[in-house]
T-cell receptor, first 110, second 113 residues
Framework: TQLLEQSPQFLSIQEGENLTVYCNSSSVFSSLQWYRQEPGEGPVLLVTVVTGGEVKKLKRLTFQFGDARKDSSLHITAAQPGDTGLYLCAGARNNNDMRFGAGTRLTVKP | GAVVSQHPSRVICKSGTSVKIECRSLDFQATTMFWYRQFPKQSLMLMATSNEGSKATYEQGVEKDKFLINHASLTLSTLTVTSAHPEDSSFYIC?????????FGSGTRLTVV
């Protein structure tokens, strides 16, 4: 079992629809990050959340960190084909090692 | 911003040979470096954590004698895949932890033939 349970693993939607990706764990994290990864490249950081209950917005993306710092969500409003990609949540515990969720492969159809 | 340079980006080697992958933090000092492996259509799996000047800590199931990690300076860590076999073919990614947080390299696609 993975430390971080990410869902859904696959998501295919039409342009303009909204979606939410979830990242859950039984562990507490000092910080949680969301990445987007293109094929053959390293992951690119979207956001870092560190405070329980924190909400951050990045254009059409809204990130939330759970009050207990065990879970997080990524919400995309009015998805566009350019949002297609692999989205990864990753959590760092007190020993600093960062572990990833299984990833969500998003496809946005025009 | 922080940049981590990872080389080579692609390598093809013969079965039984060894391959070295380098990971350099270009404009910051990395107190800790992490090595991940990613199989097609899967997420990143942590292989090992290394701190400068000390032995790497390997995750369960990762053979330390096969995946040699050296972190000789605060800006350089290397991963050597020894006696590579086709099942070692994968995408290897490093990450450096420093003053800017976690910064990832661009990855190395290893193909063992």
């Amino acid at each position: 079992t993975q430390l971080l349970e990410q869902s859904p693993q696959f998501l295919s939607i039409q342009e303009g629809e909204n979606l939410t990706v979830y990242c859950n764990s039984s562990s507490v994290f000092s910080s949680l990050q969301w990445y987007r990864q293109e094929p053959g490249e390293g992951p690119v950081l979207l956001v870092t959340v560190v405070t329980g209950g924190e909400v951050k917005k990045l254009k059409r993306l809204t990130f939330q960190f759970g009050d207990a710092r065990k879970d997080s969500s990524l919400h995309i409003t009015a998805a566009q084909p350019g949002d297609t990609g692999l989205y990864l949540c990753a959590g760092a515990r007190n020993n600093n090692d960062m572990r990833f969720g299984a990833g969500t492969r998003l496809t946005v159809k025009p | 911003g922080a940049v981590v340079s990872q080389h080579p980006s692609r390598v093809i080697c013969k079965s039984g040979t060894s391959v070295k992958i380098e990971c350099r933090s270009l404009d910051f000092q990395a107190t800790t470096m992490f090595w991940y492996r990613q199989f097609p259509k899967q997420s990143l799996m942590l292989m090992a954590t290394s701190n400068e000047g000390s032995k790497a800590t390997y995750e369960q199931g990762v053979e330390k004698d096969k995946f040699l990690i050296n972190h000789a300076s605060l800006t350089l860590s290397t991963l050597t895949v020894t006696s590579a076999h086709p099942e070692d073919s994968s995408f290897y990614i490093c990450s450096a932890l420093g003053q800017y947080g976690y910064t990832f390299g661009s990855g190395t696609r290893l193909t063992v033939v």
